[in-house]
């Protein structure tokens, strides 16, 4: 089986930091272990509907009481802290089903190439720029590449990808690259493909394309896929010591401005050890939890990391395996072919497999089956997942299936009968219904309309009794947890139309997707995901209740602040 470095997101977006500031909570700080939370909204995230508290005791690390103010007051004894939430919203800190935290960094800190509302890439000229102002030794420094992330062909008035050319505008004396929105293909100037070794002689590997001139075996500087991946690391991974700090240190706070306690690492290769080594440094102020590429897992999965503890906020919590790529690229694997094919592909054009070989991908799920460890399986095009269910359904007949809770990553064009194959399986389904507002529109046009209304169909999974999560993907997205709950709530595209109206959830549901289920999702539901005694303080403080907000307001909630295991690690003033 030949190796490929498949599936890695690595599109960036760039959080703004330019809103009014939000009044803080009213802190009565003292240097004590004991913190009484009152004066708003208390939402525990525990049952079925909505359930609420008028106060919280927090003591160390735990929640220690919840009930009336009164009885927490008395429970808190003579010396603690009070929070005063002043009319704002408490609840558990947030936990993404599936992100790429090691690379918030790179979102943070390069050119911010999203089309409106996120930022204002709206056309070829304005990303080249956007690009020539970010070109200063300062930054070139950083990693040695000028590079840019998040551009969006489907959305910028040209409706194209830039090739080699329009980068050469930038500059051809350095290195430049730029990363698709889906993270799965990468533009570079001439002197790019130059360093990288790419040229007319230069095979497609298995699984990616070289984009060629016309009639020509040219490189025009788009890479696809396995020919795109693994020159992405090179061109967004810091070159010098003090800016990997940068980077994380960026990244990490960006999360937090988030809300997010427990971050999710998706597709951890050679990045692990940047993860571990800033946990040896004891610099987490949140939990990270790792999924280890396959290819790495000979290199990896044997440590101290693979532990079901956290050491110093970091572990290993399994295996990722990717099966094909981006669906809104149009590399997505599929049963029935795209109405558009992207340049150069023939019409019927399917999308294409990572692993192409059934065999090779049960081999790998064997290795994950013998040794027990969780398998994220990242697959978007119903081809995908039928090979997803071929592979599974042969192992688990031979090994079984005691709570390994499995977890397809994405399926985004996911089939019903494929939902009842993943009940069978037991198969968690941590969908992506992002997707709705970003590329709704324009899966109309690729795929039909009739189908475009099946896209992440939450609410059919959730009533065929699946256990299911919501996602970021960041930094392929905003990593804004409030985004993705209002989208699974809303399902309103960019044009403004509604994207499977049928697959709506309500409000709470949502926000349980991305608290007690993905706790669960994670193994974690004992200790995080909801406000009980004896759980992880784990609490984010919102400047409104989703639930008691209209729906389009949602998406506008801020976090005032973020506290991990009673501690207050971010704060928006």
């Given amino acids: 089986m030949k190796k490929s470095f498949a599936g890695i997101c690595i599109s960036i977006f760039i959080a703004s930091c330019t809103q009014a500031p939000e009044p803080e909570p009213s802190i009565n700080q003292t240097e004590l272990n004991t913190t009484v939370f009152f004066g708003g909204p208390i939402l525990t995230m525990v049952g079925d509907q909505a359930n609420y508290a008028e106060a919280i005791v927090v003591k160390n690390d735990k929640i220690d009481f919840i009930g009336s103010k009164a009885d927490a007051l008395s429970q808190a004894g003579m010396d603690f802290s009070s929070i005063d939430l002043e009319g704002r919203t408490l609840m558990p800190g947030f936990i993404d089903g599936h992100a790429h935290f090691a690379n918030f960094g790179a979102q943070a800190i390069g050119v911010q190439l999203l089309p409106p509302p996120d930022a204002g890439a709206k056309d070829v000229a304005t990303i080249i720029s956007l690009l020539q102002e970010w070109n200063t ?9 000028i590079f840019g992330t998040g551009f969006d062909d489907s959305v910028i008035t040209e409706k194209r990808f830039l090739t080699k050319h329009d980068l050469d505008q930038v500059t051809t004396e350095f290195p430049v690259m730029i990363t698709h929105i889906s993270g799965h293909f990468a533009v570079v100037n001439s002197k790019g493909l130059e360093l990288l070794g790419i040229d007319a002689d230069t095979p ?55 809300g997010y306690t ?22 987490l102020k949140l939990d990270v939890v790792s999924y280890i590429d396959y290819l790495f897992v000979d290199q ?36 029935m072919p795209y ?10 054009y399917l999308g294409y497999p990572s692993i192409p070989n059934d065999q090779d991908v049960i081999d790998i799920y064997e290795k994950a089956f013998v040794n027990n460890w969780q398998i994220l399986t990242h697959a978007n095009g119903d081809a995908a997942m039928d090979q997803m269910i071929r592979a599974l359904g042969t192992l688990q007949e031979k090994y079984g299936n005691d709570d390994r809770r499995f977890v397809l990553i994405h399926g985004q064009y996911i089939r019903e009968d494929q939902l009842d194959a993943f009940k069978s399986l037991d198969v968690i389904t941590s969908l992506f219904p992002l997707h709705t507002f970003y590329w709704g529109d324009w899966h109309s046009e690729i795929i039909g309309a009739e189908l475009a209304q099946k896209i992440s169909p939450v609410r059919t999974a959730l009533n065929k009794g699946l256990n299911i999560t919501l996602h970021t993907d960041a930094p392929v997205a905003l990593p804004n947890l409030m985004r993705v709950v209002w989208t699974a709530v809303s399902r309103t595209s960019r044009s403004g139309k509604v994207i499977g109206e049928q697959e709506k959830l309500t409000p709470y549901e ?52 973020t506290f991990k295991a009673g501690n207050l690690v971010y704060s928006r003033n």
Avoid: C
């Fill in 300 to 335: 990896y999965m044997d440590s101290k990391w693979n532990s079901k503890e956290y050491i110093n906020g970091y572990k290993i919590g399994g295996m990722k395996i990717t099966l094909d790529g981006s669906p809104q690229g149009r590399t997505a694997w599929r049963t």
């Fill in 204 to 258: 497609n590997p298995e699984g990616g394309i070289i984009r060629r001139e016309p009639d020509s075996l040219e490189p025009n500087g788009v890479l696809e896929e396995l020919a795109a991946i693994q020159h992405m690391l090179k061109a967004i991974s810091p070159t010098n010591e003090a800016s990997f700090l940068q980077f994380f240190e960026a990244g990490q706070e960006m999360a937090l401005s988030f």
């Fill in 137 to 145: 030794p300062a930054n070139r420094e950083l990693t040695g590449w």
């Fill in 262 to 283: 427990t971050a999710h690492e998706g597709r951890a290769m050679s990045n692990h050890e940047f993860l571990a080594n800033m946990a040896e440094q004891n610099r």
């Fill in 510 to 561: 949502a926000l349980q997707a991305i608290t007690i289920w993905s706790a669960y999702q994670h193994f974690e539901e004992d200790r995080k995901g909801s406000l009980e005694v004896g759980k992880l303080a784990d609490l984010v403080i919102l400047d409104a209740n989703p639930i008691d907000i209209p729906i389009d307001s949602i998406k506008d909630v801020q976090v005032v602040q």
């Fill in 339 to 348: 109405l558009l094919p992207p340049d150069g592909a023939d019409e019927g």
